[in-house]
């Protein structure tokens, strides 16, 4: 606070000069001779009123010595400090005497020198002391504590100046006025919090420093009483009667201090135990923010619950841990373990929590003959999942408790949330992956994809491709046949992601080597090969490829320009709809063939057929994947072929750009809100009604 500054500052230069002054009365006390006058006592008294009100003063806006919860460490610090500087002075004084003594004189100068300074230093020790136990006492203490100790300062700084004043009382008065300081203090010094954060060890540190701190105030008051009545002190005598009171309390807290730790050794185990269950709560929690595995969890788990409960046996039985039964056991064998959990099944108990204190007392268990005398079984699950059951065994009965049964509870919970949080974060990361493999499969498909189309004077040709959103197999790709006309291939890979679209890589190799020019040809039909011998050939490449669950539809078509027709085979891919110019009407190709990697022998050649057809100007040809026909509106009903049919009815008559997009505007329509779950792709051929050459 503001106006306390000026104190703060005052307060070591004012202990400092009234130390000079109280050394300067005692000295002129003890040589009377050195001035004409007596000094009065009052002003011996007055100095050391003011240095110890400035010592105190000075030390009270120090910053806390506790820190943290360092308890040790701050008696530490006063006994290895202003505690031991004083007693050495109080040393100083005994060598003072020795050599007084073995020299035969009497130097009263000396001795009041000595004096003075241990004075000073007991006092700066007192106030050490004092501001110390404060900060232990109001070690989160409440407000109401904090108002109250100031209260006690007061009072008692008032009583002890009242004494160094030397300010007679009735009898009664003051035996009042002290007692109730007395149980004041005693109030007080209950507020021992910090004892309980103490482990064994450190209680037995703190009850050694506190004798150290009763020690040290035992040995100034042992000298105080005994120089009280030597002939060469020259302090006035309330002087002592103040400093014998401010040893009292000093040493009071202390020695309350030191009872409250004695009577709290007993539970040191307790608490360390529970503080060691906490810390097995941090590490279980900690184990899949260091990413533990499943296995790491649950020997943490099984390790602490034995720790926690003192079990001389244990087994852990988890029903599947990366797919596989696990179980554990310590210090019990499988065929006692299976006996067990045997009879509780018997007992119809499996699956919930059992405490049995008196396994003799039971028939089934006293027929296993078993060396134990108490179990506990707890269960690892779940909302949505039973993980398995821990048991724990003790020799002797009534081994295991409520609470000892509250705390594992508590540690079964943390361990099924670190293990539902690790198996989402392998889920996360799983799905991280995936992604990436999906970024890559997009990349691929569109690179394979060809990004221009043909264009020639017999035809006309619009494409679309939509990838759902988990990228699938769809393709297509033409290829010009120099001197014959154009191969148009589109194809559907099984199956999705990365693997789907390597696939589509490979059938896209397939097909430009497949449908290179024979130079060998001995005539015009065995320049390139025929659709159905592509087929056979490209089957029996993709053998060695596929994987035995994934296969490829397929259709190949040459488009003959100078014939005026064109030759396809389907391997088992979507039928092609077909507009009929001269006939006027659209029709399905129902031909038959078989996808493939399905058959993987010579046999495949069977399944596949041609088809030859003279196309005429005017005609359309639609070729698509299973994506547009299997499309789904709300009511989780198919495009279909019909549906895509009636469109070609409708459209025929309009530029293949125009058809397509009248398609899938009407397939938006139908699916409209609905998630794409497969690949579509549309090509739409139509033949120029003025064909080159041949209608010139």
């Known amino acids: 606070m503001p106006q306390t500054q000026p104190l703060k500052s005052l307060a070591l230069p004012l202990a400092l000069v009234s130390w000079v002054a109280l050394l300067l009365t005692t000295l002129l006390r003890a040589n009377p001779t050195l001035l004409a006058v007596q000094l009065?006592?009052?002003?011996?008294?007055?100095?050391?009123?003011?240095?110890?009100?400035s010592v105190f003063l000075h030390q009270r806006y120090q910053p806390d010595p506790l820190r943290g919860t360092d308890f040790v460490g701050v008696l530490r610090r006063l006994i290895m400090g202003p505690g031991l500087l004083a007693s050495i002075c109080v040393g100083l004084h005994l060598l003072e005497r020795l050599l007084q003594f073995q020299l035969g004189i009497a130097d009263r100068t000396l001795f009041a020198i000595i004096y003075t300074l241990n004075l000073g230093?007991?006092?700066?020790?007192?106030?050490?002391t004092c501001y110390t136990w404060r900060s232990l006492v109001l070690f989160r203490a409440s407000p109401t504590v904090h108002k109250q100790w100031a209260w006690f300062e007061v009072l008692l700084g008032s009583t002890l100046l009242l004494r160094l004043v030397n300010l007679q009382l009735p009898l009664l008065a003051a035996g009042i006025i002290l007692g109730a300081l007395g149980v004041f203090g005693a109030y007080l010094s209950s507020h021992q919090r910090w004892v309980a954060y103490l482990n064994r060890r450190q209680k037995w540190e703190v009850i050694l420093l506190q004798l150290g701190v009763l020690l040290a105030l035992g040995v100034f008051t042992i000298y105080f009483l005994r120089i009280r009545h030597d002939p060469q002190l020259v302090a006035p005598q309330p002087q002592h009667a103040f400093l014998l009171l401010t040893v009292f309390f000093a040493a009071f807290y202390a020695l309350m201090g030191l009872l409250v730790t004695l009577f709290n050794l007993p539970t040191a185990g307790v608490f360390e135990q529970k503080r060691e269950e906490i810390m097995t709560m941090q590490r279980l929690t900690q184990q899949i923010q260091r990413g533990q595995s499943e296995v790491e969890i649950y020997t943490s788990f099984f390790d602490a619950a034995r720790q926690t409960v003192n079990a001389e046996a244990a087994w852990l039985r988890i029903n599947s841990l990366e797919g596989e039964p696990y179980s554990r056991l310590e210090v019990v064998t499988e065929a006692q373990s299976l006996a067990m959990e045997g009879l509780l099944k018997d007992y119809n108990i499996s699956g919930i929590e059992y405490l049995n204190n008196d396994l003799p007392s039971s028939s089934g268990f006293r027929a296993l003959d078993l060396p134990f005398g108490s179990l506990l079984v707890l269960p690892l699950r779940s909302a949505k999942h039973t993980y398995g059951d821990l048991y724990l065994l003790r020799q002797t009965r009534q081994g295991f408790d409520r609470e000892s049964l509250s705390m594992l509870q508590t540690f079964a919970s943390q361990t099924i949330l670190s293990i539902e949080n690790l198996r989402l974060l392998q889920d996360s990361i799983q799905n991280e992956r995936y992604k990436e493999e999906l970024k890559i499969a997009s990349s691929v498909q569109e690179s394979?994809?060809?990004?221009?189309?043909?264009?020639?004077?017999?035809f006309e040709i619009s494409s679309h491709a939509l990838a759902a959103k988990e990228v699938g197999g769809d393709f297509y790709d033409f290829l010009h046949l120099p001197g014959?006309?154009?191969?148009?291939?589109?194809?559907?890979v099984s199956g999705k992601g990365i693997t789907a679209a390597f696939h589509m890589a490979q059938m896209k190799g397939i097909f430009h080597a497949l449908m290179q020019e024979n130079p060998l040809a001995k005539d015009e039909k065995e320049r390139f090969p025929l659709p159905s011998k592509f087929m056979a050939m490209a089957n029996r490449a993709l053998v060695h490829c596929l994987e035995r669950s994934s296969f490829i539809t397929a259709t190949l078509y040459i488009v003959e320009y100078e014939s005026g027709g064109f030759v396809f085979a389907r391997a088992g891919h979507c039928h092609t709809l077909y507009y009929h110019s001269l006939k006027e009407e659209v029709a399905f190709f129902r031909s038959a063939g078989l996808g493939l990697g399905i058959i993987?022998?010579?046999?495949?050649?069977?399944y596949i057929k041609n088809q030859f057809y003279d196309y005429n100007p005017g005609d359309v040809m639609v070729i698509y994947t299973d994506g547009i026909v299997e499309a789904r509106n709300a009511e989780q009903e198919e495009y279909g072929e019909e549906r895509l049919r009636q469109m070609?009815?409708?459209?025929?008559?309009?530029?293949?750009?125009?058809?397509?997009?009248?398609?899938?505007?009407?397939?938006?329509?139908?699916?409209?809100?609905?998630p794409i779950h497969d690949d579509q792709t549309l090509l739409v051929i139509k033949f120029k009604t003025a064909q080159p050459g041949t209608h010139p």
């Open 448 to 458: 394979l994809i060809p990004k221009t189309l043909p264009t020639d004077n017999w």
């Open 121 to 128: 230093l007991f006092v700066l020790f007192l106030a050490h």
């Open 648 to 674: 070609l009815e409708k459209t025929y008559y309009l530029q293949a750009d125009e058809i397509k997009e009248a398609i899938l505007e009407d397939l938006g329509e139908f699916s409209y809100g609905q």
């Open 484 to 492: 014959k006309g154009l191969a148009i291939l589109i194809g559907d």
């Open 40 to 53: 009065p006592a009052w002003l011996t008294l007055l100095a050391q009123g003011v240095f110890v009100g």
């Open 600 to 606: 993987r022998n010579e046999t495949y050649d069977k």
